[in-house]
């Protein structure tokens, strides 16, 4: 009987016949300060900046924020419901105060480009095909229009139609780098970033570890932990003796 053995490489071991072991990655994420943020944003504009600001003020990823439905959004509640999240799982998040009237001009755009997709008798938005078996109306309907449209239409795949998907999020990263680059940061810093930069100053401001780990979603609050070590200034905290 002929045996074969396949090797496999990991970075923390090198070459060993047969297994893989692989460790938890323990790098501590980059985080902007509050005057950092706001220089960054300071240098967008249009959707582009109202979609990085609501990534620095609810926590949301890029791709959650992008799938947003009208009815997703809670002006009464300052809230937003982010729909199968990472893991398949829905949860809410804030909804700041300050973006609420741009939210709303935003709404008034969306509306206007729905009314006129349905004259022009499109198809409507792109939802899920078992919805759309179950409620045809679903695609024209305005709860289920998305927060961020696309400008163009694309054709969906099983129904044949043209319908406006939501914005593509290389459209959004390509305005990130360059309000990065523009603002001087030397930090390589991307959407994700926003994110990170979102924990880390709820928990600066006193916020309980259990709830920023429920508005970012983590399953485990391991995964939130590592925030705590971004608030370990100058080498875990410690004042250095060249200092006193």
Not at 52 to 74: H, P
Not at 175 to 192: D, F
Request: charged share 25%; with cysteine.
């Amino acid at each position: 009987m002929l045996f074969l053995y396949k090797q496999v490489y990991t970075v923390e071991i090198g070459w060993i016949d047969g297994i893989v072991r692989a460790k938890t990655s323990e790098h501590i994420p980059v985080v902007l300060s509050r005057d950092e943020v706001a220089r960054v944003l300071g240098f967008m504009t249009g959707t582009e900046w109202l979609i990085c600001a609501l990534l620095y003020g609810s926590g949301m990823r890029l791709t959650e924020c992008l799938q947003l439905r009208v009815k997703d959004v809670d002006f009464e509640h300052k809230q937003v419901v982010v729909r199968s999240g990472k893991g398949q799982k829905d949860r809410v998040t804030v909804l700041p105060e300050r973006l609420i009237p741009q939210l709303q001009v935003q709404l008034e755009r969306v509306r206007a480009m729905c009314d006129t997709d349905r004259e022009a008798g499109r198809g409507g938005v792109l939802v899920p095909y078992a919805l759309r078996r179950k409620y045809p109306d679903a695609p024209t309907d305005w709860g289920w229009q998305f927060l961020f449209p696309a400008r163009g239409l694309r054709r969906d795949p099983d129904s044949g139609s043209w319908v406006r998907h939501y914005v593509d999020q290389r459209v959004v990263q390509r305005a990130m780098h360059r309000a990065v680059r523009q603002s001087g940061l030397t930090q390589p810093a991307s959407c994700h970033t926003l994110r990170h930069s979102f924990a880390t100053h709820l928990l600066e401001a006193g916020n309980d570890i259990r709830t920023v780990q429920e508005l970012l979603g983590h399953a485990d609050v391991k995964t939130t932990m590592i925030y705590t070590h971004v608030l370990q200034r100058g080498g875990r905290g410690v004042l250095s003796p060249l200092d006193r």
